[in-house]
């Protein structure tokens, strides 16, 4: 935590700077025909579609969200915020398009004033990451005029670029979208939302640097750990309610048969905040690996310890009392 503390202040000590550029820079940019507007942030670039609108989101304090996101989720599990490799101000407007030709060269290009600007790659435990790009869209409806009506909110993480995911997306899509590290977000998406999508970027990176495939983590796992993240941010009245249902679903299921889509969320969060009570945010960690090979003997371990913890007999099934 007090390593995230100390990181907390990167944009927001610079952010007078930006504003000051950011006029001067937004007067520029108006001139241009552009589909969206580049501001930096502490760790990539954020796309504002179309024109920065400044009556429905104040982007200097979108991007100070989301910097204190990324703090929190890494924070959460003990770790340091990866660093850019070179100086990196935010938030700074810019005037151009981003491109992107590969994980590490990521630039932007103001064809009017022949400027680019190289948005630095960034450095963590050793490894070397795509600068993150996130696009804030005002709303569902304007997400899938982009991207088409599949699309949903939330963060890609690749070894190929987003633009592959929605082939039918609209132009500058693909030009922005080339990126390694991308989240598709509402630009009112609640500070438990951002947090939520940042905890996957922590679990996609700690997971590649420790040779576990984060894609093959069972889906309660995966979304669990995220939202076990995001808890303190999250709306409390809703926890009584939760926890309810978490109660309801065990008492009729078991972790071994699967966890559907809806549930995975809540039941996740509850199993999770069991497994790090009892494992310490390390050794959940550790068994990371085991989840994507063979869950089967981490649920026969932990399962009955959680339903107790639940208040509910300690084996599941019909014959459980
Ligand atoms: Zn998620």
Known sequence: MTVAKHAASRCRRIAVL?????????????????????????????????????????????????EAAAEEAFGFWGYELPEPEDEWPC???????????????????????????????????GARLSPFVVIPFVGEWRMHDALGTTATFGAQFFDQPLVRTYPDAEDWIHEVGRGYRTMICASYAGDDVLIHEFAHWFQWEWCSGHDVLAMLLPGFIREG????????????????????????????????????????????????????????????????????????????????????????????GSDSE
């Open 91 to 125: 938030p700074v407007r810019y005037a151009g398009r981003l491109l992107i030709d590969g994980p590490y060269d990521v630039r932007i290009v103001d064809e009017a004033t022949g400027r680019e600007t190289v948005v630095p790659s960034l450095e963590w435990s």
């Open 225 to 316: 750990m995220a939202e076990m993240t995001a808890a303190e941010a999250e709306n409390l009245p809703h926890a009584p309610w939760e926890r309810r249902g978490v109660i309801d679903w065990a008492e009729g299921h078991c972790l071994a048969d699967g966890v559907g889509a809806a549930s995975r969320y809540t039941v996740g969060e509850s199993f999770m905040t069991y497994l790090v009570e009892q494992l310490g945010t390390e050794g959940f960690l550790a068994t990371l690996k085991g989840w994507t090979s063979d869950p089967v003997p981490l649920i026969e371990r932990h399962e009955p310890g959680w339903r107790v913890w639940l208040g509910l007999p300690e084996s599941c």
């Open 18 to 66: 930006g504003l000051l550029l950011a006029i001067t820079l937004s007067i520029g940019a108006a001139s241009q025909n552009t589909d969206y507007s580049i501001m930096s942030w502490a760790y990539g670039v954020v796309i504002w579609p179309g024109q920065l609108n400044t009556y429905l989101t104040v982007p200097e304090r979108f991007v100070e969200r989301l």
